[in-house]
C-alpha cells in the first residue's frame, strides 16, 4: 500500500508550514517525519510529501540526496555513528570506528542481517571536546573508549 | 574575570534563574530606543562576528535597509559544522535564554519580524532544549504579539527553528538561506548581499549565535563596558573550544586576546605526557596552522592572528602534540573538505578532489617531493577563484600545512631528480623520475 503520513503527523507538517510564508520551505521538516515514520525516505514517501506540501517531486528528490541525514534505504533500528575527523581521530576515532565494525560485522553503510544495526562514519558532530565520540540515533555518548563503545552496543537491545 | 556569555550561574538555563539575574532589562531598554540607537551602540562597542569571517556586527546591521517596504529577516548561524568548534552548542545548553533576548534586540535593531535560527541536524537533543525555552518565552509574552504589552512597544518578532540535516555547506550564509528555503544548500553568487536580497529576495543579516548572545550584555552594560575587554580592535570574550592533545579538553571563556599558550598550558591543562606540540589549528580546521615551536607570544585575537599567519575562524584550537602523523591529518581534513564540497563551482569541486587523490597516493607510498609542489599549486589555484568561501578553507590547511612543515612532509614522499632527456621532437625534454626507482646514467651523475 502506498505511504501516507497518519493524521498526527499531517498535523506536525501543517505545523512546519506555518513558519514559512513558501509550503516548499516545509519540505525539510516533512522529510524528517516521513523518515520517522517509515523509517527511511522510499520513492512512496517522496511522492507523499510531494503531494501534501503541494510541491513538485523534483523538489523533495533534490533535497533528500543532498543532505545526508535523510536516509533512502532503511538503516539498522540504532544508527551507530562514529566521527574520525581530526580531533576525534587524534584521541582515536578511528579504532572506535574499527572496532564498531568489527563487532557488527558490517562496512560503512551496512545494516546488520536483523535490521538491529547500522553504521556510519561522519563527520565532526561538534562535539569535539569529547572526543573520540560516537553518536546512536540522536544521542551524542562522549568521551568515548572502545570498552565504553562495545558496552553501548551490547546495552542496546 | 567576567564572563558574557557562559557565567558561572547554577541553572542559567532556567528562565526563572536568568530573569532574577537581570535577564530581558536588556531587551525592555532596547526596545524602547530607535533601532538606529540599538545599532549605533553596537557599532560602538566593535562586536565582530564569531561564525568565522569577524565581521563588525553593528555594520553589518546598518547595510540593512532604513525604510522597510519588504518583510526583513534574521538567521542566526548554529550550523557549528567546522571540525573543531563546538561552543554554540553549549549557549543552547547553558544560556539559552540569553540568545533569545539578544534575537529580540538584533531584530529590533534590524527590524526583522520573523526569526530563523538554523541548526545543525545532529544537535537533536540541542534543539529540543531551544524549543522549549523558545515555547516558555512566548508563553511569558516575551515573543510574538503578546511582545507588544509585555515590552510596552509596537514591535514585535516570532522565531523559528529550522533543523539542517547533515551538510556542512549550509553553514555558509546563502547556502543556510536556500537551505531555509527548502531548497539544496548551494551557496549564492554575491553580490547581491543578503541585506539587500536574501531569504525570499527580502533584506536579511545572518549572524552566529554567539554574536548575537553577546548583545543583551552590551546594551546592558553598556559599549564603553565591553570595548574594554580584551583586545581592543576585537574586544570581547571569545568561546574557545580546545581539542586533540590537551588534557582538559573543552571550551573556555577568556578575553579576546588571551595567549594561545596560557589557553593550552593554563586552562587546558597542557599536552598529555608533557610531550611537545608539532601543530595547533587556532580557530576551526579551515584556518592555517601554526608550528608548535613557534606558538611562544601569540595572541587569540583577530589581529594577532592574522599577523601570525593564521585566523581566529570560530576559535577551535586543535592542539596535536609531538608523535601526531601530519599526513595523516592533512588527508583528513582534504576528504573533508571534498567531501563537503558542494560542486558548483570547477576549481573547489574538481581542486578539492585532486588534493584528496594525491595525498592519499603519497600516503601509500608513491608520492614525491614534486606531489608536495603539485599540492601547493592546487591549492594556490583554488583560493579565490571560487563561489564561497569553503574553497579557500580545503586550500589553507593544504598550502600551509605543506609550506610550513616541509621538513616533516619531505619525510613521506621519496626525493625526485630533474633529468633532461634528448627527444627528437623537442630539443630537450625533461623528466622526472624517482631517485629510489632508477639508476642514473653515468653522465648525468654530478
Ligand atoms: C563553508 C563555510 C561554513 C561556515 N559555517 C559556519 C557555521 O557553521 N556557523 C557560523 O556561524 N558561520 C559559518 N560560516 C560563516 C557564515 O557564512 C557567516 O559569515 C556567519 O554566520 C556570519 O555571522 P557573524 O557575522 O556573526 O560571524 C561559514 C562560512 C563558510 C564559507
Ligand atoms: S567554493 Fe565549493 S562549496 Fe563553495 S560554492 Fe563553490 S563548489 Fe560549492
Ligand atoms: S571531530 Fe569529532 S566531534 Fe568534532
Given at each position: 500500500m502506498a505511504f501516507q503520513f497518519t493524521e498526527e503527523n499531517l498535523k506536525r507538517i501543517e505545523k512546519a508550514r506555518q513558519k514559512y510564508p513558501t509550503s516548499l520551505a516545509a519540505v525539510m521538516d516533512a522529510c524528517y517525519i516521513g523518515q520517522e515514520q517509515n523509517g527511511f525516505i522510499s520513492d512512496e514517501v517522496v511522492e507523499e510529501i510531494?503531494?501534501?506540501?503541494?510541491?513538485?517531486?523534483?523538489?523533495?528528490?533534490?533535497?533528500?540526496?543532498?543532505?545526508?541525514?535523510?536516509?533512502?534505504?532503511?538503516?539498522?533500528?540504532?544508527?551507530?555513528?562514529?566521527?574520525?575527523?581530526?580531533?576525534?581521530?587524534?584521541?582515536?576515532?578511528?579504532?572506535?570506528?574499527?572496532?564498531?565494525?568489527?563487532?557488527?560485522?558490517?562496512?560503512?553503510?551496512?545494516?546488520?542481517?536483523?535490521?538491529?544495526?547500522?553504521?556510519?562514519?561522519?563527520?565532526?558532530?561538534?562535539?569535539?571536546?569529547?572526543?573520540?565520540?560516537?553518536?546512536?540515533?540522536?544521542?551524542?555518548?562522549?568521551?568515548?573508549?572502545?570498552?565504553k563503545v562495545l558496552e553501548i552496543l551490547d546495552s542496546l537491545q | 574575570m567576567e564572563k558574557i556569555i557562559l557565567p558561572d550561574i547554577p541553572d542559567l538555563n532556567k528562565l526563572d534563574v536568568y530573569i532574577a539575574n537581570g535577564g530581558f532589562q536588556a531587551a525592555k531598554k532596547a526596545l524602547q530606543m530607535e533601532p538606529s540607537e540599538v545599532i549605533d551602540i553596537v557599532k560602538k562597542s566593535s562586536l565582530r562576528g564569531r561564525g568565522g569571517a569577524g565581521f563588525f556586527t553593528g555594520l553589518k546591521w546598518s547595510f540593512m535597509p532604513k525604510v522597510k517596504t519588504k518583510p526583513h529577516y534574521l538567521c542566526v548561524n548554529g550550523d557549528e559544522s567546522e571540525p573543531g568548534s563546538f561552543k554554540d552548542?553549549?549557549?543552547?545548553?547553558?544560556?539559552?535564554?540569553?540568545?533569545?533576548?539578544?534575537?529580540?534586540?538584533?531584530?529590533?535593531?534590524?527590524?526583522?519580524?520573523?526569526?530563523?535560527?538554523?541548526?545543525?541536524?545532529?544537535?537533536?537533543?540541542?534543539?529540543?532544549?531551544?524549543?522549549?525555552?523558545?515555547?516558555?518565552n512566548y508563553e511569558r509574552g516575551h515573543l510574538g504579539e503578546k511582545m507588544k504589552q509585555t515590552f510596552n512597544t509596537d514591535f514585535y518578532c516570532d522565531v523559528y527553528i529550522h533543523r539542517g540535516a547533515g551538510a556542512y555547506i549550509c553553514g555558509e550564509e546563502s547556502a543556510l538561506m536556500n537551505s531555509i528555503e527548502g531548497k539544496r544548500g548551494y551557496p549564492r553568487v554575491k553580490p547581491p548581499f543578503p541585506a539587500q536580497n536574501g531569504l525570499w529576495g527580502n533584506p536579511t543579516t545572518i549572524?552566529?549565535?554567539?554574536?548575537?548572545?553577546?548583545?543583551?550584555?552590551?546594551?546592558?552594560?553598556?559599549?564603553?563596558?565591553?570595548?574594554?575587554?580584551?583586545?581592543?580592535?576585537?574586544?570581547?570574550?571569545?568561546?574557545?573550544?580546545?581539542?586533540?592533545?590537551?588534557?582538559?579538553?573543552?571550551?573556555?571563556?577568556?578575553?579576546?586576546?588571551?595567549?594561545?599558550?596560557?589557553?593550552?598550558?593554563?586552562?587546558?591543562?597542557?599536552?598529555?605526557g608533557n610531550k611537545k606540540i608539532k601543530c595547533v589549528i587556532p580557530g576551526g580546521s579551515s584556518m592555517p596552522p601554526l608550528r608548535g615551536d613557534q606558538l611562544e607570544g601569540i595572541k587569540m585575537d583577530a589581529d594577532s592572528l592574522r599577523e601570525a599567519g593564521s585566523a581566529i575562524g570560530t576559535g577551535g584550537i586543535m592542539v596535536m602534540d609531538e608523535d601526531t602523523n601530519l599526513l595523516d591529518v592533512l588527508v583528513r581534513i582534504s576528504h573533508f573538505y571534498h567531501h563537503e564540497s558542494c560542486g558548483q563551482c570547477t576549481p573547489c569541486r574538481e581542486g578539492t578532489g585532486w588534493m584528496e587523490k594525491i595525498l592519499r597516493r603519497i600516503q601509500s607510498g608513491q608520492g614525491t617531493s614534486k606531489d608536495l609542489d603539485l599540492l601547493v599549486d592546487v591549492a594556490s589555484n583554488i583560493e579565490g577563484r571560487t563561489v564561497c568561501a569553503l574553497g579557500d578553507a580545503a586550500a589553507w590547511p593544504v598550502k600551509f600545512m605543506i609550506t610550513r612543515f616541509r621538513d616533516e612532509f619531505e619525510k613521506y614522499v621519496k626525493k625526485e631528480v630533474v633529468i633532461p632527456v634528448k627527444n627528437k621532437i623537442h630539443s630537450m625534454k625533461y623528466t622526472t623520475y624517482s631517485v629510489e626507482n632508477i639508476k642514473l646514467p653515468e653522465s648525468t651523475k654530478p
Open positions: 510531494a503531494r501534501v506540501l503541494e510541491i513538485p517531486k523534483t523538489d523533495v528528490l533534490g533535497v533528500v540526496t543532498f543532505y545526508t541525514m535523510f536516509h533512502t534505504k532503511k538503516m539498522g533500528k540504532y544508527h551507530i555513528q562514529v566521527c574520525t575527523n581530526v580531533s576525534c581521530m587524534l584521541r582515536g576515532g578511528y579504532e572506535i570506528f574499527d572496532a564498531v565494525k568489527e563487532k557488527l560485522k558490517i562496512d560503512n553503510m551496512e545494516v546488520t542481517s536483523d535490521g538491529k544495526f547500522s553504521l556510519e562514519e561522519v563527520e565532526c558532530m561538534g562535539a569535539c571536546g569529547g572526543a573520540p565520540m560516537i553518536a546512536v540515533n540522536s544521542d551524542y555518548y562522549e568521551n568515548m573508549t572502545k570498552e | 552548542r553549549q549557549i543552547f545548553e547553558k544560556n539559552p535564554h540569553q540568545l533569545i533576548e539578544g534575537i529580540i534586540i538584533a531584530a529590533h535593531a534590524i527590524q526583522a519580524q520573523t526569526v530563523y535560527i538554523y541548526i545543525r541536524g545532529e544537535y537533536y537533543r540541542w534543539i529540543q532544549m531551544l524549543q522549549a525555552a523558545l515555547d516558555e549572524n552566529n549565535v554567539e554574536t548575537i548572545t553577546n548583545v543583551p550584555k552590551i546594551i546592558a552594560n553598556g559599549w564603553e563596558w565591553f570595548a574594554s575587554i580584551g583586545a581592543p580592535k576585537h574586544p570581547g570574550t571569545l568561546l574557545f573550544g580546545v581539542s586533540g592533545h590537551v588534557n582538559k579538553p573543552g571550551v573556555y571563556e577568556l578575553p579576546t586576546g588571551t595567549l594561545l599558550t596560557d589557553i593550552i598550558y593554563n586552562y587546558a591543562g597542557g599536552v598529555p
